[in-house]
């Protein structure tokens, strides 16, 4: 059953004891979690300039600047005119009008302009070091040109504006550099393809030239965007050299206090942590990890986020690189997340400690030491569905890596009447997984010779009727493994002690002394 593969290729993807050591640990919460991250991270893959440059006193900078307000309103015919005359005037006056239209908020003419020829016209300007303003204002078009779709960039990219772009970075000019490195930032966001061509063309150094204690917060806020756009995409990963040449400045942003580039620095982070143990350990090895763990107690959601996706990133790796999060104090700080009141806070964070419920034993005393399981337990019980499931396969980890004696203390926090009350829901990979924590108790209460009273706490608590009922689930595995359950555990020969009653069809399995509360 396809349902059946799906879930399989999750269980081989975990590493604990309970399973194959060799394997790794799951690298992705889930298909759907990789649209979702894709989805809610859209948004920064590409930004139009619709002010003028963040650097201040750019008057100053630039006495020519024309604010849209002062800028004439042109027809696009009178725009190609002006952007092909002889005049430098007219030329410039064409290039703030087309400015201007690529500006507006609402549906700007990119195609338009594009098919009225003019993009080599602004790539030519791109070129005219004695005429900054003319070069400026076609650096802002193509800007916003690029930050259009895969097609408009292509446009941009086939027009030869990328080498224009990256001699304009050493622009004395610092409002004229800024807009080289926003462009380069919408071409590098467009996708690997065109991340690897800015790299192959030296544009991290020339980025990076650009860093200095001078250099303005607002230009420096384009430029972390920009860094992080070459961070970004792993079909193929960017090449190691330029991770490693990227690294030393994003760890020099994560210590400074402004949030959008705490931000972006953490997105950068959690792109380059987004793959096998060897790019995890490449971050690991710079010692960010305890900066990381400061920063999810960030006040600001926007730098959380993406500093609590580095952290679940890392805690897939290796049980060293999981330790070394663990060492920085993860765990103390975890339970706050779990209780934050973004759901998706919650789901990140069920995420995270779902992995590390994947380490060995001594890694799952940790989580019951600091207190993990309240939390865990609070949120199979009231969490959004998304999170539920994390929850659930925090359990299912849990209890396949770990001892009899921590198995036993995940029951009796609640956590059993939690996942056997989630039978209920019409998921069937989540069902399953449900299922395999189930099965990975009963195997725990095997080894205390305690099957009997786990078997009645299950029924007391409802879940065998719920077993039972998942034996006519029309998915296959799930009726598989309901059986198996059934058969193995609640069999005649599993419940001597019990009176069984007929009742409407179905049985109701009854004890004069079921305990109250499971105690192995």
């Not at 948004?43 to 619709?50: A, D, S």
């Not at 550099?177 to 690997?192: M, R, T």
């Not at 305890?290 to 990133?313: D, H, Q």
């Not at 609640?414 to 209920?424: K, Q, S, T, V």
């Amino acid at each position: 059953m396809p349902t059946k593969n799906v879930t399989d290729e999750r269980l081989s993807k975990f590493k604990n004891k309970g399973k194959d050591p060799a394997k790794l640990r799951e690298k992705r919460i889930s298909e759907c979690v990789e649209l979702r991250k894709a989805h809610k991270n859209e948004n920064f893959l590409k930004r139009r300039n619709i002010t003028r440059s963040s650097v201040p006193d750019e008057e100053a900078l630039s006495p020519d600047y024309v604010s849209d307000d002062k800028v004439p309103s042109l027809t696009l015919e009178d725009i190609i005119k002006d952007v092909n005359s002889d005049s430098r005037e007219a030329q410039t006056r064409g290039c703030q009008a087309a400015r201007k239209l690529l500006s507006q908020e609402r549906n700007p003419p990119l195609k338009d302009i594009i098919d009225a020829g003019l993009l080599s016209r602004f790539v030519f300007f791109l070129g005219m070091d004695d005429e900054p303003t003319l070069q400026f204002e076609a650096a802002w078009a193509l800007t916003n040109i690029a930050s259009g779709t895969s097609w408009h960039t292509q446009q941009v990219v086939e027009h030869g504006a990328v080498p224009s772009f990256i001699a304009l970075l050493a622009s004395p000019l610092l409002h004229i550099s800024e807009q080289a490195v926003w462009a380069l930032g919408n071409i590098a966001g467009d996708g690997p393809a065109y991340r690897d061509v800015l790299i192959e063309c030296n544009v991290i150094p020339a980025l990076l030239a650009r860093i200095s204690p001078e250099t303005p917060v607002g230009y420096l806020r384009n430029l972390t965007w920009t860094l992080s756009n070459l961070c970004r995409n792993k079909n193929p990963f960017p090449p190691l050299s330029a991770v490693q040449q990227l690294l030393p400045s994003l760890i020099q942003f994560l210590h400074l206090s402004d949030k959008d580039i705490l931000s972006d620095a953490c997105w950068a982070i959690s792109y380059l942590t987004d793959g096998d143990n060897d790019r995890i350990e490449i971050v690991v090895k710079t010692g960010i990890v305890p900066r990381l763990v400061e920063l999810i107690s960030n006040k600001e959601l926007s730098v959380m986020t993406p500093a609590l996706r580095s952290i679940g990133n890392i805690v897939s790796g290796s049980d060293l690189q999981t330790q070394m999060v663990i060492d920085a104090g993860v765990l103390s700080v975890l339970p706050q997340l779990m209780r934050h009141p973004k759901a998706n806070v919650q789901k990140e964070a069920a995420w995270a400690l779902s992995n590390i419920a994947a380490g060995p034993c001594k890694q799952i005393q940790q989580l019951i030491t600091c207190g993990l399981l309240p939390p865990l337990v609070e949120l199979l019980r009231c969490g959004d569905f998304k999170t539920q499931r994390e929850a659930v396969w925090a359990v299912t980890n849990f209890t396949s890596g770990g001892t009899v004696e921590q198995v036993v203390q995940l029951v009796q926090s609640g956590a059993l009447e939690a996942i056997l009350n989630l039978l209920r829901v019409k998921d069937a990979k989540v069902i399953l997984v449900i299922l395999d924590a189930i099965s990975n108790i009963f195997l725990a209460a095997e080894k205390l010779g305690e099957t009997e009273k786990l078997s009645l706490l299950v029924e007391e608590l409802g879940g065998l009727d719920r077993i039972e009922m998942l034996q006519t689930h029309d998915n296959e595995a799930v009726y598989q493994a309901a059986h198996n359950l059934v058969e193995k555990y609640f069999g005649d020969g599993e419940m001597e002690a019990l009176k069984v009653d007929a009742k409407e069809d179905a049985f109701v399995f009854q004890s004069a002394d079921a305990p109250k509360m499971f105690e192995f």
